[in-house]
């Protein structure tokens, strides 16, 4: 199992993240820093309080990155997504975004608060309640150590943005994560 810090607020809901989906976001900002990158999140909800992604995507050979931002390859990216979702039989879906936080802050920027409202608002992305996850973080030595911290949006609930509790497995785990595969976060 991939190292990571844990969230341990008083979130109901647990993200759970191949080991491998870890590695690749890592690896991924670790390649573009000092500039931020980022991608997509593919999984499925199993219900109201479990999210499993089983892909990431990353930005494309054509994003633009910058220190205070990113812009994905939108083209390259819709590309990977339909391979990915036609390689599942149709059942993994959009989740979100990830991106990095290459200063190492993990904490929703204000411009991270307003895509995740849009997000869920877009009819396009069929994504009610979306997933933002960070890759950032910083040792006292100012090296990076990319942890992670994750949060839903869903605007019928009162506390709309919540954290994610994120468990990182290993890859067969996130098959099993599965108990009744209902579509919680899609409409």
């Known amino acids: 199992m991939s190292s990571m810090r844990e969230l341990t607020s008083p979130a109901t809901t647990v993200l759970w993240l191949p080991a491998t989906a870890v590695d690749a976001m890592r690896h991924e900002a670790q390649q573009h820093?000092?500039?931020?990158?980022?991608?997509?999140?593919?999984?499925?909800?199993?219900?109201?309080?479990?999210?499993?992604?089983?892909?990431?995507?990353?930005?494309?050979?054509?994003?633009?990155?910058?220190?205070?931002?990113f812009a994905p390859d939108a083209e390259y990216q819709a590309v990977r997504v339909a391979e990915l979702y036609d390689?599942?039989?149709?059942?993994?879906?959009y989740l979100g975004d990830w991106h990095s936080h290459p200063r190492g802050?993990?904490?929703?920027?204000?411009?991270?608060?307003?895509?995740?409202?849009?997000?869920?608002?877009?009819?396009?992305?069929?994504?009610a309640v979306p997933v933002m996850l960070l890759v950032g973080g910083r040792a006292a030595d100012g090296t990076a150590v990319w942890d992670?911290?994750?949060?839903?949006?869903?605007?019928?609930?009162?506390?709309?943005?919540?954290?994610?509790?994120?468990?990182?497995c290993r890859q067969?785990?996130?098959?099993?994560?599965?108990?009744?595969?209902r579509p919680h976060g899609t409409s």
């Open 33 to 69: 820093e000092p500039s931020a990158t980022g991608g997509i999140l593919l999984g499925y909800w199993t219900d109201t309080t479990t999210v499993v992604v089983t892909d990431v995507v990353d930005g494309g050979p054509n994003a633009r990155r910058e220190p205070d931002g």
């Open 87 to 93: 390689s599942s039989n149709r059942f993994h879906t």
């Open 105 to 127: 802050l993990l904490a929703l920027s204000r411009t991270d608060r307003r895509t995740i409202r849009r997000i869920s608002r877009f009819a396009a992305a069929r994504c």
């Open 148 to 168: 992670l911290a994750a949060w839903s949006f869903d605007r019928t609930r009162e506390r709309r943005l919540s954290p994610l509790l994120t468990h990182v």
């Open 172 to 181: 067969d785990d996130v098959s099993a994560v599965s108990a009744d595969r």
